[in-house]
């Protein structure tokens, strides 16, 4: 059969594709064709400027031919092997992911398929730890999509599923400062202060829970899709100070704020804290093939050290997408990508505000590294969003259709644009894509009363 013609792939894919997040009688894909660093075209084609590094996770670029080469070498070496056997790239990728993690602490490592099943193992492996069973997250997360992880996930995408998810979950509330409950009538408190109290508010939810049931504190470091909400000073080392005084595990789920995106190597590592697990994706491989881990201190993994660990999936440190984690590291390193994102991390935070006080429409905008967003809004005093909580609305519809017919690819959610670009983008690049940026929210400006 001769492979097919470009224009069998939209109607094939139609025919025979079940999408995930989508409804199906209203895809539209864009039928990708090829990708080079920060660009992509589709099979037409045309050009589109990455603004979303696919789906936040090609942190490196796209097409990079030292990973592609070392993916090739390995296929070559060993495909495949069964988990239960030792190989040259497991060694290598588990000893430098243990390297990078925070003070080199985290030397134990469990591969695994994605994020989703990283957070369900780090659940496992906690609760078996403590000998507890509840886990606290926050509303604004995502933490993946598979029964334990979407139960975890704060954000509305639990509910379609719910009642009948991994019980044990308790929610509570992020620092998120430009929409806080807490800070209503004292808009000007302090840094401190603000951290304080929604340590405070987790304290009494851990007290009201009763600490002796809970195994696990689990949360993004940064959050990512639900706001790139960048905790105040304090606030990590506070959770930090928390789950030992209770005896709680601390996983920090770094699979969208990992490898780099914040300035980084991980985003837990701007306040110093060492969580007792880590769970990471994405960035681990650059997407160039599907991997997560979760990275622990080596006391939890001693739980396991007489008992079986009952656990496990075919494809676990699967040697190709292990050669892919080494040679996205390695790149990262040879190219200095963790201190670049640094480095463009003010300049992006520039852009982002200059945004900001030309077009009425972007109520705030934040930024670590090139993790940043802008929060759309139609009334700055009572920053009513562009669309409403779990929603969308014609003008945040319009804005993205603007962008993408203008070659610029990014996310939007709900009220929110977020600017996630690979790590290799230039500012000259990072100017592009704000260009058309600038004209779009022109439609939203429209909108405010
Ligand atoms: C913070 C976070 N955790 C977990 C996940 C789930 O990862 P995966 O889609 O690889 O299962 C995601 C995915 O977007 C994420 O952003």
Not at 126 to 131: M, Q, V
Not at 328 to 353: F, Y
Not at 366 to 380: Q, T
């Amino acid at each position: 059969m001769p492979p097919l013609s470009n224009d069998q792939i939209l109607p094939l894919s139609r025919e025979h594709v079940f999408w995930t997040w989508a409804a199906q009688a209203k895809v539209n894909p864009i039928p990708v064709g090829r990708a080079k660093g920060v660009y992509f075209w589709d099979t037409e084609g045309k050009r589109y400027l990455d603004f979303n590094s696919m789906t936040m996770c090609v942190n490196i670029g796209h097409g990079d031919g030292r990973v592609i080469e070392a993916m090739k070498s390995q296929l070559d070496e060993l495909p495949y092997a069964a988990p239960g056997m030792a190989t040259r790239i497991r060694a290598e990728a588990s000893r430098l992911v243990a390297e990078i993690s925070p003070a080199s602490a985290l030397t134990k490592v469990l591969f695994t398929l994605g994020g989703a099943d990283a957070n369900e193992n780090a659940i496992k492996l906690a609760r078996a730890y403590t000998g507890r069973h509840k886990v606290l997250t926050r509303y604004r997360s995502y933490h993946g999509a598979t029964a334990g992880a979407m139960a975890a996930t704060g954000d509305p995408r639990r509910q379609m599923w719910e009642p009948l998810l991994m019980p044990g979950v308790v929610h509570f509330l992020d620092p998120y400062r430009y929409r806080s409950t807490f800070h209503r009538a004292t808009p000007d408190v302090s840094e401190a202060e603000f951290a304080q109290d929604y340590l405070n508010h987790l304290e009494e939810i851990i007290t009201y829970e009763g600490p002796e049931t809970i195994a696990a504190v689990l949360m993004e470091s940064v959050t990512g899709t639900n706001g790139i909400i960048i905790p105040p000073e304090g606030y990590m080392q506070g959770v930090r100070r928390l789950c030992d005084k209770y005896g709680i595990v601390m996983i920090a789920d770094e699979v969208m704020s990992g490898f780099g995106r914040t300035g980084k190597w991980f985003a837990v590592d701007h306040w110093d804290v060492v969580p007792d697990m880590m769970t990471m994706a994405k960035g681990l491989t650059s997407a160039y093939a599907p991997l997560g881990a979760v990275a622990m201190k080596p006391e939890i993994a001693a739980t396991f050290d007489h008992t079986v660990f009952e656990g496990g999936l075919t494809y676990t440190a699967h040697p190709v997408s292990l050669a892919a984690a080494v040679a996205n590291i390695n790149v990262m390193r040879e190219d200095k990508l963790v201190e670049h994102a640094a480095s463009l991390g003010p300049v992006l935070n520039r852009m982002l505000k200059d945004l900001g006080e030309s077009h009425p429409s972007v109520g705030e905008v934040r930024n670590i590294g090139l993790f940043g967003i802008l929060e759309l809004i139609r009334d700055r005093k009572t920053k009513e969003p562009m669309a409403p909580w779990n929603g969308s609305s014609p003008e945040m519809t319009a804005l993205r259709k603007y962008c993408l017919d203008h070659g610029l690819f990014l996310y939007t959610h709900w009220h929110t644009v977020l600017v996630i670009p690979p790590l290799v983008i230039t500012e000259e690049q990072l100017r592009e894509g704000f260009a058309v940026l600038d004209k779009a929210l022109e439609i939203t400006d429209g909108a405010v009363k």
